[in-house]
């Protein structure tokens, strides 16, 4: 039986920190967790998991040390929050799943995309896309 997940995301990416702060405001039927992928606590407690792939895409944990990933994992995020179980149960159902399916590869291509926009803003001057010379790295 679960009595708790965590949410295992990406710091450094726009999409993880917008989802994390959104999914940490949902009231939860179970207790929620979100930690950052990679980190040396989730290297600890999950010494077998395979941590670069938690970078690429969202994993959730489970108490009993059930693992999902991709549009499972997003399932279970819904799953666990009180407004929004329901439609987690719905979109479990083998009939639903590809729409979830969808989208988590919408999520992550949109996650790739603002993640390469923020790198370019941050090593490019007035946010030119890459297009101008990048500031030179002290």
């Known amino acids: ?14 999409l993880c920190r917008r989802f ?9 039927l179970v207790p929620l967790e979100l930690l950052a992928a990679g980190s040396d606590e989730a290297r600890r407690r999950w010494p077998t998991l395979d941590h670069a792939s938690t970078l690429e895409d969202i994993t959730v944990v489970g108490s009993d040390g059930s693992v999902w990933t991709k549009e499972h994992a997003w399932v279970m995020c819904l799953w666990a929050t009180r407004p929004y179980r329901g439609l987690a149960e719905r979109l479990s159902r083998p009939q639903l799943l590809p729409l979830a399916r969808g989208a988590a590869l919408g999520a992550a291509g949109l996650r790739h995309l603002l993640t390469r926009e923020e790198v370019q803003r941050d090593d490019y001057p007035d946010a030119c896309a890459g297009s101008c010379q990048p500031i030179a790295q002290g």
């Open 1 to 14: 039986m679960i009595t708790g997940l965590t949410v295992l995301t990406d710091p450094h990416c726009p």
């Open 20 to 28: 994390a702060a959104w999914l940490g405001g949902q009231p939860t």
